[in-house]
T-cell receptor, first 113, second 110 residues
Framework: KAGVTQTPRYLIKTRGQQVTLSCSPI?????VSWYQQTPGQGLQFLFEYFSETQRNKGNFPGRFSGRQFSNSRSEMNVSTLELGDSALYLC????????????FGPGTRLTVT | TQLLEQSPQFLSIQEGENLTVYCNSSSVFSSLQWYRQEPGEGPVLLVT?????EVKKLKRLTFQFGDARKDSSLHITAAQPGDTGLYLC??????????FGTGTSLTVIP
């Protein structure tokens, strides 16, 4: 099986712009979660989608949004970018609803200047 | 407040030494996982433990889930430079909420 893929791998944006990141989960996985990882804050949960519905949400402002399509692919959008949004954004898919084992993509490195 | 606290936060050891990383919580978890992450990449799942007192071995790595399912440990025997990375525990609590630990950064010096 192919792993989780994320595009793009690297992105440079200017403060105030918006950005969309894409994630394709492992085939058959219906749960997709997004995380933000920074050196100071570690791995922070953004949200989880299951069957096109947001099932869980972390403590991030409304500028961060996401969606999931019928083929389980997911996108994450950040509007009005701030310098503090610079981070590695990780997507993970899960095929279990009990242990929530997560399979991660390589991440998108976003730099906001 | 982090639900899953890992210790130590940083660890630098010589090749061949043994080490233990701890993952502690005041909450009960129905399952717990360990991941390893290398710089610039996503975390990779190492193991899942679900039963209190459970011990799993993966080559030189030994994982244990506490009897009360509130804590876990990862023991590495004869560490090698390839073990270098960020080790993360993660768990699902009895309310089906999923949490990651604070992380332990391990450096193994050749």
């Amino acid at each position: 099986k192919a792993g989780v893929t994320q595009t793009p791998r690297y992105l440079i944006k200017t403060r105030g712009q918006q950005v969309t990141l894409s994630c394709s989960p492992i085939s058959g996985h219906r749960s997709v979660s997004w995380y933000q990882q920074t050196p100071g804050q570690g791995l922070q949960f953004l949200f989880e989608y299951f069957s096109e519905t947001q099932r869980n949400k972390g403590n991030f402002p409304g500028r961060f949004s996401g969606r999931q399509f019928s083929n389980s692919r997911s996108e994450m959008n950040v509007s009005t970018l701030e310098l503090g949004d610079s981070a590695l954004y990780l997507c993970a898919s899960s095929g279990t609803q009990v242990t929530y084992e997560q399979y991660f993509g390589p991440g998108t490195r976003l730099t906001v200047t | 407040t982090q639900l899953l606290e890992q210790s130590p936060q940083f660890l630098s050891i010589q090749e061949g030494e043994n080490l233990t990383v701890y993952c502690n919580s005041s909450s009960v978890f129905s399952s717990l996982q360990w991941y390893r992450q290398e710089p610039g990449e996503g975390p990779v799942l190492l193991v899942t433990v679900v039963t209190g007192g459970e011990v799993k071995k993966l080559k030189r790595l030994t994982f244990q889930f506490g009897d009360a399912r509130k804590d876990s440990s990862l023991h590495i025997t004869a560490a090698q430079p390839g073990d270098t990375g960020l080790y993360l525990c993660a768990g699902t609590n009895t309310g089906n909420q999923f949490y990651f630990g604070t992380g332990t950064s391990l450096t193994v010096i050749p």
